[in-house]
């Protein structure tokens, strides 16, 4: 019997790529499709790639209508707030119209499961750091606002179309890398807080800067909810057997439910590093919220998820390993 093919789209990206490796080890048959802007070739592996960009509805269409998946993973985006807001069309473009490029083809190819990467950025600045799936979404940058304006296309879309189901992920701050050492973060210019710190550690930057320790919060810095790569690539192949076996449209959460400050991660990071690297204390980066907690709930529910890398410390040694031995 032939595999069941599913397309990916960013699939030479640091979370796509991760993905495309475990769904491959599932049974599943990939096919990449990714312009590479971000993404690295080698990072697909042994998957089949197209080099292509959702601009090009032509290529998209000519390589869905040959692989005839039955599913899309779609994680091609632009994922910076700082720049989203330096730079709001390409956040816009990227994000928002190139979904409705991908959508509009699966449309026309009767594609009818469709795995979509948001971000825990859709909700804002919460009064309250833990976020369920009801608070209502009020993104602050327009990273979070060109993907919240893509869950709503979604949503609008499937009222159309009954056959088509959908699971949008709202991923909190992923990081770490595959504990076999395969795969990991390769940005060119990396700017998230875990990798600048490893890399600081490592010597590629001269010092850390902690962006406001002014924010109502114990210690004054920014709480976020980090997530091991592992456990987030997993939560995808989990939403894909859930639409296999016809289950309905899921907007989830994804995240441990706990968060840690800026300060708590660089305490973890020279810990595990050994490194006690330089530290500077800046102001406030513009579009950050304070505190960003998920709830975790509805996707342990619904998908029956259950992390296997839920620390701190899995996630930092599992990046610092791979920082000191990645391929460039
Ligand atoms: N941050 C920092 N220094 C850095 C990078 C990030 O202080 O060099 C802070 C940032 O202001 C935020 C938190 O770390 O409060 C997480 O930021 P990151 O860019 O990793 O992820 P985001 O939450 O923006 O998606």
């Not at 825990?120 to 600045?125: I, K, L, M, P």
């Not at 959460?253 to 840690?260: F, K």
């Not at 960003?292 to 610092?320: C, F, G, H, M, Q």
Request: glycine fraction near 8%.
């Amino acid at each position: 019997m032939s595999k069941p093919r599913v397309l990916v789209t960013g699939g030479a990206g640091y979370i796509g790529s991760m993905v495309t490796l475990l769904l491959t080890m599932s049974g599943y048959e990939v096919l990449v499709y990714d312009n590479l802007s971000t993404g690295n070739r080698w990072a697909t592996l042994d998957s089949q790639l197209v080099v292509g960009d959702l601009l090009d509805v032509e290529l998209l269409r000519a390589t869905v209508k040959s692989f005839k998946p039955t599913a899309i993973f779609h994680f091609a985006a632009s994922i910076e707030v700082g720049e989203s807001i330096e730079r709001p069309l390409k956040y816009y473009q990227n994000n928002t119209v190139n979904l409705i490029h991908m959508l509009s083809v699966a449309d026309e190819e009767g594609i009818d499961r469709f795995v979509f990467s948001s971000t825990a950025a859709v909700y804002g600045a919460p009064e309250t750091g833990v976020v369920s799936e009801d608070c209502q979404p009020a993104p602050i940058n327009p990273y979070g606002s060109s993907k919240l304006m893509s869950e709503r296309i979604l949503a609008d879309y499937a009222v159309s179309n009954p056959l088509f189901r959908y699971v949008a992920l709202r991923y909190f701050n992923v990081a770490g890398a595959d504990p076999e050492g395969r795969l990991g973060q390769a940005y060119r210019n990396p700017t998230h807080l875990i990798t600048r710190a490893l890399k600081t550690a490592k010597g590629e930057f001269e010092k850390l800067e902690i962006f406001g320790t002014d924010y109502p919060t114990p210690d004054g810095t920014c709480i976020r909810d980090y997530i091991h790569i592992s456990d987030l690539a997993n939560a995808h192949i989990l939403a894909l057997q859930y639409l296999d076996a016809g289950g309905k449209t899921l907007v989830s959460n994804c995240g441990y439910g706990r968060g840690y400050s800026v300060k708590e991660v660089i305490e973890e990071a020279k810990r595990v590093t050994g490194v006690d690297f330089p530290v500077l204390e800046k102001g406030r980066r513009e579009g950050d919220p304070p505190e960003l907690v998920a709830s975790n709930e509805r996707i342990t529910r619904e998908l029956k998820w259950t992390p296997a890398y839920d620390s701190l410390e899995n996630i930092i040694s599992s990046a610092w390993q791979w920082e000191l031995t990645r391929r460039k």
